[in-house]
């Protein structure tokens, strides 16, 4: 489902009339594809970051009447204050496949004392615009020590097509390092020294 938000067009540009959009509590952003001309717009800043916090948005806008589906391809942050300072949007169609980077949600408990290592983040595939799923799902539960998931082995949404090659380690099961070598000697000179008290003690 796409989220609907008011767009208005923007007139003004450059690093000074972006300040002033932001201190307005909106953002600035640019909408592109599908062989149109860049289309410089205003979102409403509270209600565009609510939606935009879930990876892949889709965003029906309303520009002066007139609706267009947009993903969310870029957004551009302050990397102190974390505020959004640019979103980037790339205009589709519905019942038209994109790529997008899905994230990989890993669930349940290996075998054991085995612990699951994510090895990507997110799973690259090809799915309806307006069926992006929010995550992919893989279950460790009661998975043993050695067992390799990889994109090959993922259950993907119905209509969605990998794109990451099929070999790419997306989870490894393996067991915890054991102590370093250098604590193993430690603890060992240290129940020597013991030893050797209680000996003199004695």
């Known amino acids: 489902m796409a989220d609907k938000l008011t767009a208005e067009i923007r007139e003004s540009f450059g690093k000074g009339a972006a300040r002033k959009i ?84 890993v669930e349940g408990e290996p075998f054991g004392s085995a612990i699951a290592e994510q090895d990507a983040s997110t799973v690259t595939v090809e799915v309806e615009a307006t069926n992006i799923p929010e995550r992919v799902v893989v279950d460790v539960e009661g998975k043993e020590a050695g067992t390799h998931i990889t994109a090959g082995d993922l259950e993907l949404p119905a209509g969605a097509t990998l794109v990451t090659e099929p070999e790419t380690l997306i989870v490894g099961i393996v067991l915890p390092a054991a102590p370093a070598d250098e604590e193993t000697a430690e603890a060992a000179e240290a129940a020597e020294a013991e030893a050797a008290e209680s000996d003199s003690a004695e």
């Open 22 to 105: 932001r201190a307005a509590h909106k953002i600035p952003a640019v909408i592109y594809g599908h062989g149109t001309d860049p289309r410089h717009v205003t979102l409403p800043g509270h209600e565009t970051m609510l939606l935009i916090r879930k990876a892949n948005a889709i965003l029906e806008l309303d520009i002066a009447g007139q609706s267009e589906l947009t993903l969310v391809k870029d957004v551009q942050r302050d990397p102190v204050r974390q505020i959004i300072e640019h979103i980037d949007l790339v205009v589709v169609k519905r019942g038209e496949k994109v790529t997008v980077d899905v994230p990989v949600h």
